[in-house]
C-alpha cells in the first residue's frame, strides 16, 4: 500500500502525479492520501482547516482508480511525525515491507532531520519522486550514507528483504501549494493546478481568500 502525506493546503495534481507514478512503477493496489493535522516542521499552522484539506484530497481523488484518502493523521491527538504515522499502520496489522511511503526528492534531502531518523527508514519503504529542480537520482550523492538501500524504482525487484529507497524519477508538474494560495489571494486562474471539484470547493467556501466569507451552516468548520 502506497502512502502520500503532506499538508495539502491545498492538494494539488502535482500531488496526483506523483501518487499515478509511484502506483504504477511499483504495481501498488492503492496510494491512500493522508493529509496532516499539524505538520511539524511548519511554524505556523496549515491556512484550511483539517476538515477542509480533507475533503479537498477528496474531491481530488473522487474517480480515480486507486486513489484514497484518509483520515489517519487528523484524527490524532500530536504532530504528525512520519514514524508515528508509521507505527500507527503497524498496528493495524502492516508490516514494514507492505507500506511504500512516498516524498517529492525535494522533502527526502532533507531525511536526516526528520524526527527519529534513521529509525524512520526502517518502518516501510521509502519511494522518493522527482520534483521540478531536484531528480530523484541526486539522493545517491546527496545523502551518500543510504546509498546501499536507494534502489531504482524501474528495477524495483533488485531490492533486498529489508526497506528500501526507491529512487523514481517522474515528471511531476511543478505546483506548489503556496503559489496556489498565492493565486487564489490576487484573483488569478487557477487553470490546470488543482481538479476542477477542488477548485470549487475553494471558490464555495473563500478558502485562502483575502475577502472575508459570510459564514453559513455548510462552511466546514473554519
Known sequence: MGILGGTLD???????????????ALALDQVVILPSRVPPHRSTRPHASGYHRFA?????VNGIDGLVTSDLELCASAPSYTADT???????????????????????AEIET????????????????SRPGVAAAEMRTRLPGLTARM???????????????FLLDARTPDISSTEIRRRIATGEPLTDLVAPAVESHILRHGLYSLQPVIPSADHLHG
Open 151 to 165: 534502489v531504482s524504482a524501474a528495477r524495483s525487484d533488485e531490492g533486498s528483504g529489508d526497506p528500501a529507497i
Open 114 to 129: 526528520w524526527s527519529r531518523y534513521p529509525h524512520v527508514l526502517s518502518l516501510a519503504h521509502f519511494v522518493v519522486v
Open 56 to 60: 479537498m484530497a477528496s474531491l481530488a
Open 86 to 108: 508509521l507505527e500507527r499502520l503497524h498496528r493495524t496489522g502492516l508490516s514494514a515491507l507492505q507500506i511504500f511511503f512516498i516524498t517529492g526528492a525535494d522533502a527526502f
Open 10 to 24: 491545498p492538494i494539488h495534481l502535482g500531488h496526483i502525479e506523483a501518487a499515478l507514478a509511484a502506483r504504477a
